[in-house]
């Protein structure tokens, strides 16, 4: 195969000049997709035949300026990022600790067919691997590896992850490893130390594969290397949380509960959903993985989209095993109710219908100015929802984030004060928060008044969310200003509530009433209708929910 289009300088420089991300980092990941695609090719067919293409592969990542991603390529957290990538001095990143790792896994995989050919295949990726990691990652200091001052997120154990598989998949002494190894507990303490006790991910299911599970990989590497030596922290009930993030915050099938960056769509479970659940023996985990692992079809057993080759490794040594339990083991899933307290993420549920409310701040990694927000699913589909986040761009990530529509508080289930949404930052937040579990109501309330600014006169906003389990979801706000407003015009609370299925007006004289496609019926009281405004989807990353 040819490993074209190539990656030109220019393709590089494109998101420095444009904003747009998508262009190099498709090209970037379909050369990984393919060198994976290939190793596993030529492991299974045994026959050499794809050798020639591997080495071309292995030479054209190899021949790569720089490993990171153009949006990632400075060396001060949250400054701007150079144009180009300088060789001498390399950054590293998510995309450049993971392409390390799948270098290191084909060194790994396929070392003596490869020096059989020529030696300097494999004496390519070792330099490689010391010159863009192993040295910058004992010599230098990157925000992700942790200081216990900057806050840390899932690029900590998602590098570190990728580091260890490195290290350990190659030819590297003892001494050597032993630096890397103390290097990298010091850095996952640090993520540990930031994450709730709860086991919440505030970035959401999307991201808990890039955290929870690296967390899961990083701890299984650790075993391996040091004779079982951190078998205990499967016994932690920290760790037993935040395994069991994915299984609480999933609504059914294809759907999760999401919040900030998050997609509902936020990916099938699998092998190492199934693994980790296995390790910390919940068997309800274990059951959903599996179960989800068989309704992702063909892609689940080849995860063609997937750059990791170690991942991919793992999921076919495992498929014949989980493929085995899920028929063995099909039943009922249990999802609990239950109050996320490290992040303010309610999820209530019945035989009908999904409710979660998210509380806490507007200063989650990632984050929506969602404070206060809801979504409800009715028999596994949509009814009001987080519509997500669109394709990430420059603008994304920049002071600019918040004239982003699907950032804004409008376009999450919440009003807008006096012409106010809600604003970012830890200080606009949730206060005054209660709820109960039961097994006959489940409900929460709070006050999102200081979500919003000062300026906007609000005084308190009390919402109140509660699901009659075998009935119906009633939400409830009252609020109240602290003043009237000024020149003499009054206070407004404008409510948007945001609708998988569009909404048609049903004649109540009582109330405003709306049918829901075929699902359901929303009733407003107390309330007078603007509007109903039709959003086009647009967006490639948002089309993948719809």
């Known amino acids: ?13 494109d998101f420095t000049r444009t904003g747009n991300r998508t262009r190099y980092e498709d090209k970037f990941f379909a050369r990984r997709q393919a060198l994976s695609s290939l190793a596993l090719a030529e492991c299974a067919d045994d026959r050499q035949r794809f050798l020639d293409d591997i080495i071309n592969g292995v030479f054209a990542i190899c021949e790569e300026s720089g490993w990171q991603l153009p949006a990632h390529n400075t060396y001060v957290r949250d400054t701007p990022q150079l144009p180009l990538p300088d060789r001498s001095a390399p950054v590293l990143d998510l995309s450049a600790c993971e392409t390390r790792a799948i270098l290191a896994t084909v060194y790994y995989l396929l070392r ?26 004992l010599e230098e200091h990157f925000w992700w590896m942790g200081d216990g001052v900057q806050p840390m997120n899932n690029w900590t154990i998602w590098c570190t992850q990728n580091v260890l598989l490195s290290v350990f998949l190659t030819d590297t002494d003892r001494t050597f490893r032993a630096k890397i190894l103390l290097k990298a507990c010091r850095s996952v303490d640090y993520f540990l130390d930031e994450y709730g006790d709860d ?24 075993n391996a290397v040091t004779d079982h030596a951190f078998a205990s922290l499967y016994e932690e009930p920290k760790i037993q949380n935040m395994a069991s993030y994915i299984l609480n915050v999933h609504v059914d099938g294809k759907y999760y509960v999401n919040f900030a960056d998050c997609s509902p769509v936020a990916g099938r479970a699998g092998t190492r959903e199934f693994l980790f659940a296995e390790r910390i023996h919940n068997a309800d985990m274990m059951r959903f993985a599996a179960s989800d692992y068989m309704a992702g079809g063909q892609d689940a057993l ?58 806490g701040d507007n200063a989650d990694s990632h984050n929506h100015n969602d404070t206060g927000s809801f979504t409800v699913y009715k028999n596994g589909a949509p009814l009001l929802i987080d519509v997500g986040v669109e394709s990430y761009t420059q603008k994304t990530f920049s002071p600019q984030r918040y004239e982003i529509w699907t950032m804004q508080s409008a376009y999450h289930n919440l009003p807008t004060i006096n012409g106010m949404m809600q604003s970012d930052g830890e200080i606009y937040r949730a206060t005054d928060i209660s709820y109960h579990m039961g097994d006959n109501l489940c409900e929460i309330s709070i006050d999102i008044a ?12 009390q919402r109140t969310a509660s699901l009659y389990k075998g ?23 404008v409510l948007s509530l945001m609708s998988y299925e569009e909404p048609i007006l049903q004649p109540d004289a009582a109330s405003l009433s709306f049918r829901l496609g075929s699902l359901g019926t929303l009733v407003l009281s107390g309330v007078s209708l603007l509007s109903v405004e039709t959003i086009p989807i647009t967006d490639a990353r948002l089309k993948l929910a719809v």
């Open 1 to 13: 195969m040819a490993w074209h289009p190539p990656l030109s300088a220019t393709d590089y420089m």
């Open 112 to 137: 003596d067919r490869l020096d059989a050919l020529s030696p300097a295949v494999t004496a390519r990726i070792r330099y490689e691997l010391n010159q863009r990691i192993f040295q910058p990652y």
């Open 199 to 222: 086991g919440c991910c505030d970035e959401g299911a999307q991201y808990y594969r890039h955290a929870g599970l690296c967390l899961f990989h990083v701890t299984e590497i650790l």
């Open 302 to 359: 080849l995860l063609p989209s997937e750059n990791n080759l170690y991942y991919r490794l793992l999921n076919g040594f495992t498929a014949n095993r989980i493929t085995k339990y899920a028929f063995a083991h099909a039943g009922k899933i249990s999802h609990p109710d239950l109050f996320y307290q490290s992040v303010g993420l309610f999820i209530a549920r019945d035989d009908t219908y999904c409710l979660a409310v998210k509380a």
């Open 450 to 461: 200081k979500a919003y600014p000062s300026q906007s006169g609000l005084l308190s906003y």
């Open 471 to 493: 009935a119906e979801i009633v939400v409830r706000d009252c609020f109240a200003f602290d003043k009237a407003a000024s020149d003499g015009q009054k206070n407004t609370v």
